[in-house]
């Protein structure tokens, strides 16, 4: 852990910051790509996607933080990453994603957008989410938010913040929900390790295998 230190203010206006990098590039997908470039949307995307990440993470470097990606990465940590990964799946994707939804019916519509989505471009869609949304959601959430807190606030209390306000970046209470036990297991993984690049890792990997399992029970696209 690093001697940066951040406010609690500090990281809501950062995540508010991020909200609307996402809100931008996902206006620009729905209301100019997909009208002006309809067979080439997903490229389009992809490209404003990564560039709004590298200006976020210009902004974020402007603060005096340090990323160090590869620092303190090892073979245990990378071991103990995916271990996370296939732990989060099997607790969220095949055991408490399917309570939540009977808790919030409503949300039913949001995963079954996403499963769309998923079978419409899988390429695309596992580029951002299984690469380019973990890379910059564990810089901000773990590198960023939990290393920062921790010197302020504690250890405790801020890994209940930053798994607070990863769950808020999610779209609806069964994403909140489950997003939140995953920012707790992430973050603890964080300062087990010390290192951004398993948190990333275990995201990936816990990611890509809940997009294989969505498209494997997705219905046939009709011919």
């Not at 990098?21 to 490229?43: C, E, G, H, N, Q």
């Not at 995307?45 to 902004?59: D, E, M, Q, R």
């Not at 997003?179 to 992430?186: I, N, R």
Request: charged share 10%.
């Amino acid at each position: 852990m690093s001697e940066f230190s951040i406010s609690i203010g500090s990281s809501l206006l950062w995540v508010g910051l991020y909200f609307i990098f996402m809100v931008f590039y996902t206006f620009l997908d729905i209301a100019v790509w997909r009208k002006l470039f309809p067979k080439y949307s997903d490229l389009a995307n992809l490209i404003a996607v990564t560039f709004c990440i590298c200006g976020f993470l210009i902004l974020l470097g402007k603060t005096g933080y340090q990323l160090r990606i590869f620092s303190h990465f090892s073979l245990p940590g990378f071991l103990l990453s995916v271990c996370c990964s296939v732990l989060l799946f099997l607790v969220l994707d095949r055991g408490l994603d399917r309570v939540f939804e009977s808790l919030f019916p409503q949300s039913e519509k949001g995963y079954q957008e996403t499963i769309q989505h998923l079978t419409d471009s899988p390429a695309a869609s596992f580029i951002q989410v299984c690469l380019l949304a973990p890379m910059i959601e564990e810089i901000l959430m773990r590198g960023f938010l939990l290393n920062g807190l921790v010197p302020r606030y504690g250890t405790a209390a801020a890994l209940l913040l930053s798994s607070v306000l990863f769950a808020v970046l999610h779209f609806n209470m069964v994403q909140s929900l489950s997003a939140f036990l995953c920012g707790t297991v992430l973050g603890l993984l964080y300062l087990t390790t010390d290192s951004i690049l398993c948190c990333i890792i275990a995201h990936s990997c816990y990611n890509l295998l809940s997009c294989a399992a969505i498209l494997r029970s997705a219905p046939p696209s009709p011919k």
